[in-house]
Nanobody, 118 residues
């Protein structure tokens, strides 16, 4: 069973930046595409960024395109989300997971809270 541990969330002012990390246990990390999801208060969880297993292809939701960058280090079983120009609408709990199309594959981790507020 793969375990996911997200970290790096914090409270920041609008326009600020954060870098989230997600470490996965086990041997299945490098063969799977990975995604960053978020769930804002009162909303459903949404996929905001996706990266292929090799890291050569990325996709973003329109709401974060140009501001967020997903990357991965397969040697460390870790995926990252660099978030710049943060907005209050980015406030959410952020999760990572292996993803097939938009479908998450593994048990969710605890997530990491990002709060954007002045």
């Amino acid at each position: 069973q793969v375990q996911l541990v997200e970290s790096g969330g914090d409270m920041v002012q609008p326009g600020g930046s954060l870098r989230l990390s997600c470490a996965a246990s086990g041997n299945a990390f490098s063969i799977n595409a990975m995604g960053w999801y978020r769930r804002a208060p009162g909303k459903q969880r949404e996929l905001v960024a996706r990266i292929s297993s090799s890291g050569g292809s990325t996709n973003y939701a329109d709401s974060v395109k140009g501001r967020f960058t997903v990357s991965r280090d397969n040697a460390k079983n870790t995926v990252y989300l660099q978030m710049n120009s943060l907005k209050p609408d980015d406030t959410a709990v952020y999760y990572c997971n292996a993803v097939r199309n938009t479908i998450p594959l593994w048990t969710w981790g605890q997530g990491t809270q990002v709060t954007v507020s002045s």
